[in-house]
């Protein structure tokens, strides 16, 4: 049976993995190659090649997350990956040098999709909002289980301030904060998020979701908030949902 394969774009390594959509899990195991430097479209669809070269040959779709803001397949950011992104329609190009059907999705926006399907937010109703706490703040928006996709709620600005170049997890290492400091900063992100938005349910991800416990219980905001299950799965799984839908 063709399963969708899933690639996970990253500023330090690009993996991917066959994904099984009835387990919401991996087909086979991830493989991870780094990522190119100048990490420019065609030196990377290069290395999708590569990747996908190292599984039996499939016709099934692939997708792929892109740390920017995608439209139409079309990259139109590229915060932390090469300028030459913006306007590369990612979708043909990958599409060629694969010689499959190529889908691309944002990578928080892949994420929240794996985690509303399969994960912490599975069989939640209302508005779930997804944000990944790693170099910026990513964020996935998913209502009813449809994606409002793009919503960048990372680039908030809030008293002065960008979000993620204050509440990140980066920047709780940068600024040396103790868990309840973070804390602080992050209950007046989400103050805010639940103020904008009113969502029903507030899923973690990101690295550092791994120790929640330290953080979450001290993040004081009426909203459920709960850590992503996923976790570095969410991106390959839900790339691989995307290009299955499309």
Do not use: C
């Not at 899990?25 to 090649?49: E, H, L, N, S």
């Not at 709780?172 to 639940?194: F, P």
């Not at 791994?210 to 570095?232: G, H, R, W, Y």
């Amino acid at each position: 049976m063709d399963l969708p394969f899933g690639i996970d774009f990253g500023g330090t390594g690009i993996k991917g993995a066959p994904v099984d959509l009835a387990l919401g899990d991996f087909a086979g195991d991830r493989q991870k190659i780094k990522t190119p430097k100048p990490a420019t479209p065609k030196a990377v669809a290069k290395v999708f090649r590569e990747l996908v070269g190292r599984f039996p040959a499939s016709s099934a779709p692939v997708g792929v997350t892109v740390p920017g803001i995608v439209h139409g397949g079309v990259v139109w950011s590229a915060a932390n990956i090469d300028a030459a992104w913006v306007g590369t329609d990612a979708d043909s190009l990958f599409t060629a040098a694969l010689q499959r059907d190529v889908h691309v999705v944002n990578d928080a926006d892949a994420a929240g999709l794996a985690e509303v399907e399969y994960g912490a937010a599975k069989g939640r109703n209302g508005l779930v909002i997804v944000t990944t706490l790693g170099t910026g703040i990513g964020s996935a928006m998913v209502h009813d289980g449809v994606l409002v996709p793009n919503s960048e709620l990372g680039h908030l600005e809030i008293g002065g301030r960008v979000a993620e170049k204050w509440a990140s997890n980066v920047f709780r290492e940068q600024d040396g904060l103790s868990w309840k400091e973070w804390a602080k900063r992050l209950t007046t992100y989400y103050r805010t998020l639940e103020r904008l938005f009113s969502p029903d349910l507030i899923v973690v991800g990101g690295g550092v979701s791994k120790e929640s416990d330290q953080f979450l219980p001290l993040i004081a905001i009426e909203t459920e908030i709960v850590p992503a299950a996923l976790q570095n799965r969410a991106g390959i799984v839900g790339a691989a949902l995307v290009a299955s839908r499309a």
